[in-house]
């Protein structure tokens, strides 16, 4: 049986608050705000993407709809780990067509979670783009699947696994990188 101890941290609130401000910054810079629809992955993508959202209507007075996407790695019946994601919930706030879908996670690691995702929201209209926003890149990509907006890129092991805290669900904003004891 693994376990995990803590290796590093790698962002603390203030590090975390900073890239949130810069990736707002960026999205206002090069996208057009009022095609912007912000998908966020649950579970810690969500209140990435309301924060960030949020800071672009500081910013610019414009509110981006949020929606939300909830991807599984275990099949309902027996509860078993899959090797590909499943999509269980999808939540638009409006027609995705013609519009740019930022879609927002806290890691991205082998690229299958933003594929699953990338996937499911073509099935429900045609948007003019969609944009990667990760809080984390780690790497080790399996799939072609390239972030547009990163917070931190870092290089780890397959040994490790980047731990991102918020604090809507944690109770503490920070990342961290656990190394895995067997």
Known sequence: MEHMMLDYVLMQEDEIEKALNRL???IIERETVDDLIFVGILRRGVPIAER??????ETTGRKVPLGTIEIKFYTDDLQLVSDKPVVKDVKLPESIDGKIIVLVDDVIYTGRTTWAAVEKLLEYGNPAAVRL???VDRGHRELPMLSDYNGRVITTTD??????????IDGLDQVQVLK???
């Open 24 to 26: 707002a910054m960026e």
């Open 52 to 57: 960030i959202a949020r800071k672009i209507e």
């Open 133 to 135: 926003l990760n809080l």
């Open 159 to 168: 040994n490790q696994v980047v731990k991102v805290q918020l604090e809507e």
């Open 180 to 182: 895995k004891i067997y």
